[in-house]
């Protein structure tokens, strides 16, 4: 949406957006601000609604130093969390499948196919799924914000904290081990039928 520079005070320095330098950060960036700050890499804020238009955000923050190493600012860049969800459409997934990126806060940041109902609020609610996502990594089986029953994998985002997940059907992911499990099942009784006719 832009790209912005701030001085430690909180001021705009100057804008891709019309500049009004001196303007304090919006009050939904102000905490975003802070955290950025405390970092000495890049920062990823949690999903908020735009203190303009009201969609969903998101804010890359990275500070700015000096020659010395000393922070004088924050470079600071909204995006929109629909941006984020056509990173996503670039997975290839199989049939009835879905991803998704979950913040901090568990709120939903991102999800194809999307659920814009869901956009920035906490899945935290929905049992199984966010007790699933609190450990760092692994591998659970869960009803997805759909009511579909689903197998989960997800990872932590390195410095970000936030989640990552993939999801897949079950009757998909384990149609192929089904299929082989009645094949042999069939290739066995035709052995055993063979045998006793023997």
């Known amino acids: 949406l832009g790209v912005t520079l701030w001085n430690l005070q909180g001021r705009l320095v100057c804008s891709s957006i019309p500049p009004r330098p001196g303007a ?40 700015v130093k000096d020659d010395a190493g000393v922070k004088v600012g924050l470079l600071s860049i909204p995006v929109r969390s629909e941006y984020l969800e056509r990173q996503l459409l670039d997975l290839h997934r199989l049939p009835g499948s879905v991803a998704g990126i979950i913040d901090r806060d568990f709120k939903l940041v991102a999800r194809i196919p ?15 799924f966010a007790t699933g996502l609190k450990s760092p990594e692994g591998a659970f089986e869960s009803s997805s914000l759909d009511d ?36 042999g099942l069939i290739a066995f009784a035709a052995v055993i039928a063979f045998s006793l006719t023997l």
């Open 24 to 63: 304090p950060a919006p009050a939904p960036h102000q905490k975003s601000f802070e955290e950025a700050l405390a970092v000495d890499d890049l920062y990823l804020s949690n999903v908020f609604p735009g203190p303009i238009t009201g969609l969903q955000l998101v804010t890359f923050g990275f500070p």
């Open 114 to 128: 999307a659920m814009q109902e869901w956009q920035g609020k906490s899945v935290a609610m929905v049992p199984g």
């Open 148 to 183: 579909v029953r689903r197998v989960f994998a997800h990872k932590l985002v390195p410095r970000a904290g936030w989640q990552v997940y993939v999801a897949v059907e079950d009757e998909v992911l384990y149609a192929g081990f089904r299929r082989q499990l009645f094949q």
